[in-house]
């Protein structure tokens, strides 16, 4: 399974962005999928996750509550983050992450856990 991310870019704060994250390969089932962010010389800190379909709600870092909003795709096996009111300590590169259940060569199943390659976000005072 691999993760393909689009949408970073460079914006002036108080813009908007909305970033992507396809999985594709052999998915059987997404459980969550989330958005993380690492900024430079700092560790890489949640941002964002959203459950599967059988329920639960979105789980919002602190410094985004009201500002981003995660969705999904379940048809697409996409998640998207809105992001709105950004601000420069947004600046960082933007991981997705995925765990699930995928189809392997043999025709078993099994969980896995996969990283994006990430999507860079900057934000211009």
């Known amino acids: 399974v691999q993760l393909v991310e689009s949408g970073g870019g460079v914006v002036q704060a108080g813009g908007s962005l909305r970033l992507s994250c396809a999985a594709s390969?052999?998915?059987?089932?997404?459980?969550?999928m989330g958005w993380y962010r690492q900024a430079p010389g700092k560790q890489r800190e949640l941002v964002a996750i959203?459950?599967?379909?059988?329920?639960?709600?979105?789980n919002y870092a602190d410094s985004v509550k009201g500002r981003f909003t995660i969705s999904r795709d379940h048809a697409k096996n996409t998640v998207y983050l809105q992001m709105n009111s950004l601000k420069p300590e947004d600046t960082a590169d933007y991981l997705c992450?995925?765990?699930?259940?995928?189809?392997?060569?043999?025709?078993?199943?099994?969980?896995?856990?996969?990283w994006g390659q990430g999507t860079l976000v900057t934000v211009s005072s």
């Open positions: 959203i459950p599967s379909s059988g329920g639960g709600r979105p």
């Open positions: 390969g052999s998915v059987l089932r997404i459980d969550g």
């Open positions: 992450n995925a765990l699930g259940v995928e189809v392997s060569t043999a025709g078993s199943y099994r969980s896995f856990g996969v």
